[in-house]
């Protein structure tokens, strides 16, 4: 009589294999959420960077004041406040007149759409609704945009604009900020960077 070899796994090869994928699971799942995370963050500092460099080659270009604004709808710049989280406008200012704001006559150059975003874009500055880039490239003065998500003052990005009009990556710090008007948030409350 032939015998009929049996093919199969055992119920203990089954478990041990299970427990060693759980494992390996368990450990690579949340560096992955971690990695996804801090390209997001990456991702989103980079529109700011990408925003600040467009208004200072428009302005070298045109020889005109050219300026990136808080926005909500694309259109108009926003009034008060210094959370950038629902995205800016760059607009270049052919009355050079009113460069905080964009007029009829101003040609906007592009719209960063961050309402979807729920990552909080702070200006260390109380009221900081534009920066306007002069005929030269400079700005007026300083500026850094701490970026915060979710994770807290740990995983916090910053954007710091010198008076040159140079655009960098830069570490966040709790800002000192003058009083001011913050919508009720005033950032580096307590030492914090994004409370």
Excluded: H
């Excluded at 003052?153 to 960098?168: K, M, P, S, V």
């Excluded at 830069?170 to 913050?182: F, K, R, V, W």
Aim: with cysteine; proline share 6%.
């Amino acid at each position: 009589m032939p015998t009929i070899l049996q093919r199969g796994y055992t119920v203990t090869g089954l478990l041990v294999g299970l427990a060693a994928a759980g494992i390996a699971l368990s450990i690579g799942v949340p560096s992955v959420a971690g990695f996804i995370a801090n390209q997001a963050q990456v991702s989103a500092t980079n529109e700011l960077v990408n925003a600040l460099d467009l208004a200072r080659d428009e302005a070298l270009r045109r020889s005109r004041y050219v300026t990136v604004c808080r926005s909500t709808n694309g259109e108009q710049c926003n009034a008060s406040g210094n959370d950038w989280k629902a995205g800016w406008i760059v607009f270049a200012n052919d009355s050079m007149a009113n460069i905080n704001s964009a007029d009829a006559n101003d040609e906007i150059l592009r719209y960063f759409d961050r309402r979807g975003d729920k990552r909080r874009v702070l200006a260390d500055r109380p009221n900081l609704t534009f920066v306007a880039f002069t005929p030269t490239g400079t700005v007026a003065a300083p500026v850094t945009w701490t970026f915060c998500d979710s994770r807290g003052d740990d995983e916090a990005r910053a954007i710091t604009l010198n008076r040159a009009g140079r655009a960098r990556a830069s570490l966040p710090q709790a800002p000192n900020p003058p009083p001011g008007d913050y919508d009720g948030e005033v950032p580096g409350e307590n030492g914090a960077i994004c409370s």
